[in-house]
């Protein structure tokens, strides 16, 4: 089969012949109909994350937001039939350890992430495995075409996540959200859905434009303005939650920064080489104030219908932001678009 391999960080993608995914006896083989290109992958095309023991090996498949066809079914699996159309969650729980088994299988005790680690290759290919498909395959409500779930993706999950679960964001309060890539624009729609009154900050205006389009109440040009002190002055006080989408010190200071009193900032964006990892607060301030300050990765599978049952009532439409699709030969080209910010929207790979 055909897929796209990381051979070099930073180096143009080999699409070149692999051998066909191994059948474990709990997972499944999917034929990949569509596959989102994230920043994520971006970074672990860069190799990125050697800080947190986290860099991606080489000769290795990326991709990790597929939506496909069952092809094969493993001697063990149950409730997963060949035929079955199911979207894939980038982190894959085991289904059995104390953490999966209290409904927090994004932070499995000995999960995978697909596309990120060896036993896991990616989706940038026309077919791919899924582990322990009992707990992590996620069937498609009916009409749902494989693009759009390939769109809603780590994007969308992480930031239902992050608002509706990590946040708790109510409907009625203030929400800004700091970069407006995939995430970014995934969390203004996913707040507008909750109620929530958005302001989405960027530097760019086209991204600001598809902000409004999403679901933005207000629009901040970052570079244009002190962003905590605009935030200030659009909500009177301040946002109740404030998220990073983008995972630079700048945006994870100024969101923390332009929150109120006992208010909510969520990380989502990892950051770069430049931060390795760790960046700056100011922790009296946020003692003073009494602001919390939350971490989130992915969502847990056995929650991942609450996400489609939005996309099925209409309330989520990530159609709306996809701004391309590309064929496999046109990843690698994608994905080093990304370095300076020249992607259009969510780009998704269609077979």
Not at 214 to 232: F, L
Not at 313 to 339: H, I, K, Q
Request: glycine share 12%; with cysteine.
């Amino acid at each position: 089969m055909q897929a796209a391999v990381l051979r070099e960080y930073g180096e143009p993608l080999d699409v070149t012949d692999v051998s066909e995914p191994d059948l474990e006896p709990h997972g499944v083989v999917v034929d990949v109909e569509a596959c989102g290109i994230c920043r994520s992958d971006w970074h672990a095309w860069m190799g990125h994350g050697e800080w947190a023991d986290d860099q991606v090996p080489l000769d290795y498949v990326l991709g990790h937001e597929p939506a496909g066809t069952v092809v094969a079914v493993g001697e063990r699996v149950a409730s997963v039939e060949e035929g079955d159309r199911v979207a894939v969650p980038f982190n894959l729980g085991c289904g059995a350890c104390p953490e999966c088994v209290n409904g927090h299988g994004n932070t499995c005790l000995d999960g995978h992430a697909l596309g990120f680690e060896r036993a896991a290759p990616g989706a940038f290919a026309e077919r791919v495995h899924l582990p322990h498909a009992d707990y992590n395959a996620m069937r498609l409500p009916a009409g749902v075409a494989p693009r759009d779930v390939a769109a809603l993706g780590c994007r969308f999950m992480t930031a239902y996540h992050a608002l509706e679960h990590r946040a708790h964001v109510g409907a009625g309060e203030w929400v800004a959200v700091h970069g407006c890539g995939g995430v970014g624009l995934s969390a203004v729609q996913v707040a507008d859905a909750l109620g929530a009154r958005v302001i989405a900050v960027d530097v760019d205006d086209g991204a600001l434009s598809r902000a409004e389009a999403a679901g933005a109440d207000e629009t901040v040009r970052g570079d244009a303005v002190d962003v905590p002190s605009e935030v200030e002055a659009i909500t009177g006080r301040g946002a109740h939650v404030s998220l990073d989408a983008l995972g630079r010190a700048e945006t994870c200071r100024n969101s923390v920064a332009c929150l109120r009193e006992r208010g909510t900032h969520v990380q989502v964006g990892l950051t770069t080489d430049a931060e390795k990892g760790a960046v700056s607060l100011p922790t009296d301030a946020m003692t003073r104030w009494e602001v919390d300050f939350l971490g989130s990765r992915g969502m847990p599978p056995t929650r991942y219908d609450e996400l489609l049952g939005l996309l099925e009532a209409g309330d989520l439409d990530p159609s709306v932001l996809v701004g391309r699709e590309v064929g496999l030969d046109e990843v690698p080209e994608r994905l080093a678009a990304m370095t300076d910010y020249e992607t259009e929207g969510v780009e998704v790979l269609t077979f």
